[in-house]
């Protein structure tokens, strides 16, 4: 049971845009930054999203990140192929004093 | 080439003790938070530990505290988790990350991991 909630799931076809959602709680999202990894299979996780909505060097801009309240989104535009991934959510949680992960969401490009 | 290499893991029996080390090369070690994270294959990332770069930081998830120590020397330029009392819930592949310039928590930088096995 993770702290941060994400689809299991999610999928898109090509040139497609599709959001991924991240739902927490005031301890973590609500008060802190959000960040997303990208983990391609067999591979250790990239950072795509740091600070809710800063790309990583070299992150192209159909990745985009954004945070209301105690929710935050990746939402990646122009869907390809190779972004067919596992992406995890992640804040500072204060009132565990650590690192919370969101589940992971499994995306397809259909 | 900004490179993070992690050794030390294997199999060892419950109660038992692992160091896992992670070797850092191609940026200024002393200045980044460090991380160590886990996964279970096919299963979620799992935050383990970070420490800041003089040590005089330090934090735990509930489920390692008392059990696990992170460490870091700065002059070797490496990274260190002391692994005592491991359980088989343990089991996992473990990744060092270096965090962004400028941030505590945005892990910039993976090592490929090492897996730990924890087994009668």
């Known amino acids: 049971q993770s702290v941060l909630t994400q689809p299991p799931s999610a999928s898109g076809t090509p040139g497609q845009r599709v959001t991924i959602s991240c739902s927490g709680s005031s301890s973590n999202i609500g008060s802190n930054t959000v960040n997303w990894y990208q983990q391609l299979p067999g591979t250790a996780p990239k950072l795509l999203i740091y600070r809710s909505n800063q790309r990583s060097s070299g992150v192209p801009d159909r990745f985009s990140g954004s945070k209301s309240g105690t929710s935050a989104s990746l939402a990646i535009s122009g869907l390809q192929s190779e972004d067919e991934a596992d992406y995890h959510c992640a804040a500072w949680d204060g009132s565990l004093d650590g690192v919370v992960f969101g589940g992971g969401t499994k995306l397809t490009v259909l | 080439e900004v490179q993070l290499v992690e050794s030390g893991g294997g199999l060892v029996q419950p109660g038992g003790s692992l160091r896992l080390s992670c070797a850092a090369s191609?940026?200024?070690?002393?200045?980044?938070?460090m991380h160590w994270v886990r996964q279970v294959p096919g299963r979620g990332l799992v935050w383990v530990s970070r420490i800041n770069s003089d040590e005089s930081n330090v934090n735990y998830a509930d489920s390692v505290k008392g059990r696990f120590t992170i460490s870091r020397d700065n002059a070797k330029n490496t990274l260190y988790l002391q692994m005592n009392s491991l359980r088989v819930e343990d089991t996992a592949v473990y990744f060092c990350?270096?965090?962004?310039?400028?941030?505590?928590?945005?892990?910039?930088?993976w090592g490929q991991g090492t897996t730990v096995t924890v087994s009668s």
């Open positions: 191609g940026f200024t070690f002393s200045s980044h938070w």
């Open positions: 990350t270096r965090t962004v310039a400028g941030s505590s928590n945005a892990m910039g930088v």
